[in-house]
């Protein structure tokens, strides 16, 4: 028998009454009929959240991961001749004991070791280093059960539609492979070989081209131009990331329609659509808010909703980046929204329940 309590949201001039569905996701996403092979709903920990609440948080609601940081480039192997394979490995045996299903962030990406940020590397030591690593990942990944994607590349244009390229010094936000080079089409050499790194060693895995940013149309042309091309040399995509880390308001009608717009260019080309890294990012406003917490749970659904109502079209899936509201760090915002606070499930966990369950794929709410 489930049992709902009740809350009352106020959007844009209407009242909302939203039952605070006590199911999981995972249980509601079976109960509704969804295509459990085609459309995934989860969440992100990171290493130090094994066997504590957070685990136990996760495992009540969600049956799909995506292990944080465990399977980088500044994890696994942070400098030549140095690999530690514990934390990835841990989530692998996470996965397996729980019938969990995985998506493997362990892009070549700026996600990269100081060592290879370092201005002193050469080209060579770079195409070497790059090649070891992801080399040993897919090894590594191709024949886990658990692991159904992989991400190979990330972040690789900037928002003005610019190949993201190396920064002076050991930056933490720059990518140091762009420097290796362009090859005579004008696409960095770095993105080719990973994703034939990847289709020669990780035949068994699916292959996400992950990316950043918000909805601007010259970056997402630049990377859908850079698919086809992969595509047309003989190299497997079959997924189209994005890294939804939501700020302002979110994302207004145009931004949705052309969400849409990508998720239909994914699934016409035989691809996933995958919303990898869902949270709200805030720089000065509060996170306690009432007027926050509406924009955040508005955002979610809207996009929610974009994403049922392409259900039958494709492989979707959604995943929450980070399970509790947190303080930012390092080049991050200065807070970070997700849909739980302190391991209590928030406004939009229960606002995004009864999105799944009410299907109104056509609703779009305004802040």
Known sequence: MRVFKFLIIYFSGILFLIAQDQNSVKNILK??????????????????????????????????LTPENASKQTTVHPRPGVWQWKKHDDFIDFADKNNITLRIHGPVSPQASKWAKNDNR??????????????????????????????????????????????PGDNSWENPWTQIGLNEDGFP?????????????????RLVYNHNGGMEKVMWFKVLETIEYLRNIGLRVDGLGWQAHLRGKGLNKEDLDFLSLLI????????????????????????NSIE?????????????????????????????????????KGNFPKYILSIYENGKPKQALYALKKALIDKKTNLYLQN
Not at 33 to 60: A, M, R, W
């Open 189 to 205: 050499i770095y993105i080719i070989r990973a994703f034939e790194i990847a289709n020669k060693y990780a035949p068994n895995i």
């Open 31 to 64: 109960d509704q009929g969804y295509p459990l092979d085609s459309f995934y709903v989860g969440g992100t920990i990171n290493h130090s959240s094994l066997g504590t609440k957070i685990e136990k948080l996760f495992l009540g609601e969600f049956n799909y």
């Open 122 to 167: 050469t080209i060579d030591e770079l195409i070497k280093n790059m090649e070891e690593y992801f080399i040993a990942l897919c090894k590594r990944l191709n024949n886990e059960k658990s692991v159904k994607w992989m991400d190979v590349v990330n972040e690789t244009v900037l928002r003005n539609g610019e190949w993201f390229a190396e920064k």
């Open 292 to 328: 926050t917490n509406n924009i955040q749970t508005l955002s979610y659904i809207n996009i929610l909703n974009t994403l049922i109502s392409k259900k039958e079209n494709g492989i979707l899936t959604l995943n929450h980046w980070g399970l509790n509201d947190r303080p930012g």
């Open 264 to 287: 239909d260019w994914a699934h016409k080309n035989d691809m996933g659509f995958h919303v990898t890294e869902l949270n709200f990012w805030l720089r000065n406003e509060n996170p």
